[in-house]
């Protein structure tokens, strides 16, 4: 058997698809006595990261629909939105909704929160970091599709790199909106933004579930789609949907899809601990594989 006491929380990225972390953590965050002491996140992961350690998850689902009842289109509607937002508006939109659902107190209890790690991507150029990345982003297309791991290892041949970010002292630099923000650029779509002078792209294309530096202790790794392959160890435990979420990774018109992602990952975390036998007051250290959410021991 193996207790599930972690250490080491990890949220995988996927856009809007990462409602399924709210939805499950909501479920099993107080049976299982979640209290991680390191926690690291990916694109859209970091900033569902973040709504975990200020409390903000249902808020960001209030906020992030009440932006999407407003939505028709996914692009730009007219030439004044294309002025300022180019070919989509879901930078700007990000960027408000980061913005009205991290506020101060929100920040001021990720600064004081446990040791909190963004990674971000950065292009192999400087040069059109843009249009550079077209290259990656097949490699990291081919690289899901064929290899079906959280382990992305096309991209990082073609010359992406990466690094960790200290969230928490971005959020005592008062620049963790700018870090969330820029955390989550898909290129070619949105425009490449900067950190400390590097241009920096979707970290999702080097990691889909970066480790926590320094990586001690066991880790919970929440994951956002399904994949074939999930590699094996003794001191992490992945977490997958039970199907296809509904959310459209950068779907910003329906408010439906996210809500029924929360629902489903509420879902998959109840059948998560009623597999670990797990009630609602305390944790317990029963363990078995699963299919369902297909949890498994992995690296």
Same mark, same amino acid.
């Given at each position: 058997?193996?207790?599930?006491?972690?250490?080491?929380?990890?949220?995988?990225?996927?856009?809007?698809?990462?409602?399924?972390?709210?939805?499950?953590?909501?479920?099993?965050?107080?049976?299982?006595?979640?209290?991680?002491?390191?926690? !690291?996140?990916?694109?859209?992961?970091?900033?569902?990261?973040?709504?975990?350690?200020?409390?903000?998850?249902?808020?960001?689902?209030?906020?992030?629909?009440?932006t999407f009842d407003r939505r028709e289109e996914n692009l730009s509607t007219s030439w004044n939105e294309v002025q300022s937002d180019g070919l989509t508006?879901? #930078?700007?939109?990000?960027?408000? /909704?980061?913005?009205?659902?991290?506020?101060?107190?929100?920040?001021?209890?990720?600064?004081?929160?446990?040791?909190? #790690?963004?990674?971000?991507?950065?292009?192999?150029?400087?040069?059109?970091?843009?249009?550079?990345?077209?290259?990656?982003? !097949?490699?990291?297309?081919?690289? /899901?599709?064929?290899?079906?791991?959280?382990?992305?290892?096309?991209?990082?041949?073609?010359?992406?790199?990466?690094?960790?970010?200290?969230?928490? #002292?971005? !959020?005592?630099?008062?620049?963790?909106?700018?870090?969330?923000?820029?955390?989550?650029?898909?290129?070619?779509?949105?425009?490449?933004?900067?950190?400390?002078?590097?241009?920096? /792209?979707?970290?999702?294309?080097?990691?889909?579930?970066?480790?926590?530096?320094?990586?001690?202790?066991?880790?919970?790794?929440?994951?956002?789609?399904?994949?074939?392959?999930?590699? #094996?160890?003794?001191?992490?435990?992945?977490?997958?949907?039970?199907?296809?979420?509904?959310?459209?990774?950068?779907?910003?018109?329906?408010?439906?899809? /996210?809500?029924?992602?929360?629902?489903?990952?509420?879902?998959?975390?109840?059948?998560?601990?009623?597999?670990?036998?797990?009630?609602?007051?305390?944790?317990?250290?029963?363990?078995?594989?699963?299919?369902?959410?297909?949890?498994?021991?992995?690296?």
């Open positions: 058997m193996t207790e599930l006491n972690f250490e080491q929380l990890v949220f995988s990225g996927g856009g809007t698809r990462c409602f399924w972390h709210g939805g499950f953590l909501k479920t099993v965050r107080r049976p299982m006595a979640l209290e991680p002491t390191r926690i !690291a996140g990916v694109s859209g992961g970091a900033l569902a990261a973040s709504c975990f350690i200020a409390g903000r998850d249902e808020t960001l689902l209030e906020t992030m629909g009440a508006p879901h #930078q700007r939109l990000y960027r408000e /909704i980061v913005t009205e659902t991290l506020d101060r107190q929100a920040i001021a209890a990720i600064a004081d929160g446990p040791s909190f #790690q963004v990674l971000l991507a950065h292009p192999p150029t400087r040069l059109l970091p843009k249009w550079s990345t077209f290259p990656m982003m !097949a490699a990291y297309l081919l690289d /899901i599709a064929v290899r079906s791991t959280p382990k992305v290892v096309l991209p990082t041949s073609l010359g992406a790199d990466q690094s960790f970010v200290d969230a928490r #002292q971005a !959020a005592r630099d008062g620049t963790l909106i700018d870090l969330i923000c820029i955390a989550a650029v898909i290129p070619p779509v949105f425009n490449v933004e900067g950190w400390n002078g590097r241009p920096v /792209i979707d970290g999702g294309m080097t990691s889909k579930a970066p480790m926590p530096d320094p990586n001690e202790g066991r880790t919970l790794i929440l994951l956002t789609r399904r994949f074939r392959h999930l590699p #094996q160890s003794d001191t992490c435990l992945y977490v997958q949907p039970s199907e296809a979420v509904p959310a459209d990774k950068i779907d910003f018109t329906d408010r439906g899809k /996210i809500e029924e992602t929360w629902r489903q990952g509420a879902s998959d975390g109840k059948a998560f601990l009623l597999r670990h036998r797990l009630g609602t007051d305390a944790p317990s250290a029963a363990h078995d594989k699963t299919q369902g959410t297909r949890d498994a021991r992995a690296l």
